[in-house]
């Protein structure tokens, strides 16, 4: 593991250079739209439900077939069976590789196997469909803490809260971040 770090961090530090991501071409991106204007405004009980609506948005393929393989997927997780999810959640990229959540769900998968860079890539693609994914956003963000990629990850828990202001735990990172990077004023 630890003879991978140095290439590691290389493989994140590119992929923090990415300037501009391509956003997925979806048909309700205004009705998307409007509820990540609502989530910037909502008082915590609120912004619950309404990022639970970005969540079921996000988790439509637009295939039954396909959202079937998500939700095989994400039992095999809830079960801990990470080498099962692996394998729905690859069917499903196979069959729908412009589906973002896919790739999310994969990235939790082998994020749980303790496997960053496979993580890593499917956080990139999950980002490159969709560029709001404030979830595949908090999973870089703790991918970069664990490797002590610290200034890294206070920017991309900016990047989360930005895009969704009562996400659990970002502002505890940014706080703990911030003093750990930028140190406590006198």
């Not at 990022?51 to 997780?77: C, F, H, P, V, Y």
């Not at 590789?97 to 790739?103: I, K, Q, S, T």
């Amino acid at each position: 593991m630890y003879g991978k770090l140095p290439n590691l961090k290389r493989v994140v530090a590119a992929f923090l250079l990415i300037g501009s991501l391509s956003p997925a071409a979806r048909a309700d991106e205004a009705a998307l739209d409007s509820l990540f204007e609502q989530l910037k405004a909502a008082d915590p009980e609120a912004a619950q439900q309404i990022e639970s609506q970005i969540w079921d948005e996000w988790s439509r393929s637009g295939s039954a077939a396909m959202d079937l393989l998500l939700d095989r997927g994400r039992e095999a997780m809830e079960a801990e069976d990470n080498a099962a999810a692996i394998e729905h959640f690859s069917a499903l990229i196979d069959h729908a590789p412009d589906f973002a959540e896919g790739y999310n769900a994969r990235a939790m998968a082998f994020y749980s196997e303790g496997d960053y860079g496979e993580a890593l890539a499917d956080i990139r693609r999950t980002l490159e469909l969709n560029p709001r994914h404030f979830g595949a956003l908090s999973g870089l963000a703790l991918i970069l803490q664990e490797l002590g990629m610290e200034d890294q990850a206070l920017e991309v828990w900016r990047s989360v809260a930005d895009l969704n202001p009562n996400a659990e735990g970002a502002q505890e990172a940014i706080e703990s971040l911030e003093k750990s990077v930028e140190g406590v004023s006198l």
